[in-house]
Structure formats: structure tokens, C-alpha cells
């Protein structure tokens, strides 16, 4: 964790306009200072190499060496904190990036309009400032490699096992900062077993969470799919918030359905981990176990709070594998985990409860 005053931005990106816009919104916020800019990959290294900043901004498409092989090197190298800044068609590349290290993704202005800036302004500022959270000791994990080998493209899932017609037990995941590779190490070491459902709270803009939804489906044996309204909880399948509001699940005779809440005046997150835990809990009460893993505190604590009270379990990701220890910390010191897990270890405990071995 950062705990310098001063926190030292690189800011990596071929088009001088955002370069430009990047640069002058960080140099506004007191505390940030931009060290170096460069218009492409090897002139982004040599900047990152000896500047060695706390924060790089990195775009992905670019000429020459682009932001996918500038990660890989700098990350086996001298891993960095580095937050992607990605135009909306790169869906799919952003979350390849937060797989080979990137902590976090915000949208690419592409437009002068202001709105549009004031927008990215918010997210972007927000994310940089949470460098100081971040667990360098994750990070350099997860950029060196000592995690297992993300699973294969197009899983075959197993055909032939009986759906009943509403899951007897969900196990409900929120996530945030360093969530994405998270919960697709998670859903891939946790096969679908008996009749449990999954359900996922990521915080992450509306433009993303259909895309995060198909790459869990394609990487994980889970049927993953973005949440629509009155889509049924059904075993085997893990339906994910989408980022336009929260996912709230609601029994309905012997279904249980989502339905997608807008976000609350004011709220901070959204989609809302609290909102999925507490109508989770009041819908399966003891069947439930909540799992919240890395992320900024804020979100979540009062969602374990219901699932305790419904008598539901709780685990909590362990600090020593969280980017962010934000959000477990926080349900930690409330005393509502029934386990402290690292992230290792929380698919077994998901199997053993949905076996109703825990």
C-alpha cells in the first residue's frame, strides 16, 4: 500500500488528444502529478522504466509494440499499478488486460463534448486515488505469474444433469477492484453442483457487464449471462448485475427471479452488492452463502448483515490475496465471516456448501 503524498502518473496513449485530456485532468487534482507521457509502447516502457511512477494509464491499440505486450514486459519486469483506458469497442481486450495485471479499466473520451469528459473525469480521478489501496503484494502475484493459467476458451459443460425447477442453495459473489480475473478463477475451480446457482455483483460500468458475462460463460463451466428482469434463478447458471442496476432476486411460488433495480438517489455503487445479498437473503435464507471478495469499502457489509440475520453464511477474501481489501476488511471487522479465505481456497468452500458438506 502507497504511502507517499505524492502519487506519480505515466500517462501511455497514441492519440495526443487524450494523451492531452488524461494528463490535464490528473495535473488539476492536488496530490497527482504526471511524470511522463508517451505516444506509444516502447517510448511508454523507457518512460515507466525510469520514471517508475506509483500509476500507468495505458492504452491498448496502439502502433508498433501496443498496451497488451507493454503490459506483459513491464509486468514481469517492474509490475506497476497500471489502470487501462479503453475505448468502448474493446470490450472483450479489456478484460485480457485485467488478467495479465491491469487492476482496473475506465472509459476513452471520444469526443470533446462535456458531459462525456465530466463523466470520465469522475471514473478516472476515483480509480487513480485508489492506488493508495492497493495491495502491492496481490498485484505483483498476479503480474508474476504465481496463479493458475486462465482455462480455455468455449468450456464444455457437462450435458445431461437435471435441472430443478428453482436452485435449493445459490452461492451469491461481490466484487470490485480486481474483481474480473477474481471471480473467473472462482467460477472456473467451482463446477456447477446439484442445484446451485450463482449470482454476481461487479461493480463496473453498463457498457462492460454484458461482454464480462460472456467471457465467464466461454472461460468458466458456468451458463453465465448478464441479468435481465424476470430472468429465473435456475441450478447451474450464474447470472451477473448488470452495470445499468442493481440485481435483486425475488421468490415467486417455488421460482426465484431477478429483477434490475435502478440505483438509489445518491448511491455510491452501483450495481449494488448490499441490494443482491439482502433480497438473496430474504430469499433463500440459510441456502445462501454470500462470498465478498476484493474491493473498496463501502459496499457489502450491510448485505452480509441480512445474510447473517436470514442465517446464511459469509466468507470474506483473506488480505493476503485481495488488491483491495476494502470490502472484506469491512465485513471482517463487523464480524460477520464465518470464514477468512484467500482467494485459492474460496471454490472449494462454494463446492462444499452447494454439497451441503458446510
Given at each position: 500500500m502507497m504511502t507517499t503524498d505524492e502519487l506519480r502518473v505515466v500517462v501511455i496513449d497514441d492519440s495526443p488528444y487524450v494523451r492531452q485530456t488524461i494528463a490535464g485532468l490528473l495535473e488539476a487534482e492536488p496530490g497527482i502529478k504526471v511524470v511522463g507521457r508517451a505516444g506509444d509502447g516502447e517510448e511508454g516502457l523507457r518512460e515507466v522504466l525510469a520514471k517508475q511512477p506509483d500509476l500507468v494509464t495505458l492504452d491498448l491499440e496502439m502502433p508498433g509494440m501496443d498496451g497488451f505486450a507493454l503490459l506483459r514486459i513491464l509486468m514481469a519486469r517492474a509490475p506497476t499499478a497500471v489502470l487501462v483506458v479503453t475505448a468502448r469497442p474493446d470490450r472483450t481486450n479489456v478484460f485480457r488486460a485485467l488478467e495479465a495485471g491491469a487492476f482496473d479499466f475506465v472509459g476513452k473520451p471520444s469526443s470533446r463534448a462535456a458531459p462525456e469528459l465530466s463523466a470520465m473525469r469522475s471514473d478516472l480521478i476515483a480509480k487513480v486515488r485508489q492506488v493508495r489501496e492497493l495491495r502491492r503484494d496481490a498485484l505483483d502475484e498476479r503480474a508474476r505469474g504465481r496463479r493458475p493459467t486462465p482455462p480455455p476458451l468455449n468450456v464444455v459443460r457437462p450435458s445431461g444433469r437435471p435441472r430443478a425447477v428453482a436452485p435449493t442453495r445459490l452461492v451469491a459473489l461481490a466484487a470490485s477492484t480486481g474483481g474480473p480475473p477474481a471471480l473467473q478463477r472462482v467460477l472456473a475451480a467451482f463446477p456447477p453442483t446439484g442445484s446451485t446457482a450463482v449470482a454476481i455483483t461487479q461493480h463496473m460500468p453498463p457498457q462492460f457487464t454484458h461482454a464480462f458475462a460472456e467471457r465467464l460463460a466461454r472461460t468458466t463451466p458456468w451458463d453465465a449471462k448478464e441479468a435481465e428482469p424476470g430472468a429465473e434463478v435456475a441450478p447451474g447458471v450464474a447470472l451477473v448485475a448488470p452495470g445499468s442496476g442493481s440485481l435483486a432476486l425475488r421468490r415467486e411460488g417455488s421460482a426465484v427471479r431477478a429483477s434490475i433495480e435502478p440505483p438509489d438517489s445518491g448511491a455510491l455503487f452501483s450495481p449494488s452488492a448490499d441490494r443482491m445479498l439482502a433480497t438473496a437473503a430474504a430469499a433463500f435464507g440459510a441456502d445462501l452463502l454470500a462470498v465478498v471478495l476484493t474491493g473498496m469499502s463501502g459496499d457489502g457489509v450491510a448485505g452480509a448483515r441480512a445474510v447473517k440475520a436470514a442465517g446464511g453464511r459469509v466468507i470474506a477474501e483473506a488480505r493476503e490475496s485481495a488488491v483491495v481489501f476494502g470490502m472484506p476488511e469491512g465485513v471482517?471487522?463487523?464480524?460477520?465471516?464465518?470464514?477468512?479465505?484467500?482467494?485459492?481456497?474460496?471454490?472449494?468452500?462454494?463446492?462444499?456448501f452447494a454439497r451441503r458438506s458446510w
Open positions: 471482517i471487522n463487523a464480524g460477520l465471516a464465518d470464514d477468512v479465505l484467500p482467494l485459492g481456497r474460496i471454490a472449494e468452500a462454494a463446492e462444499r
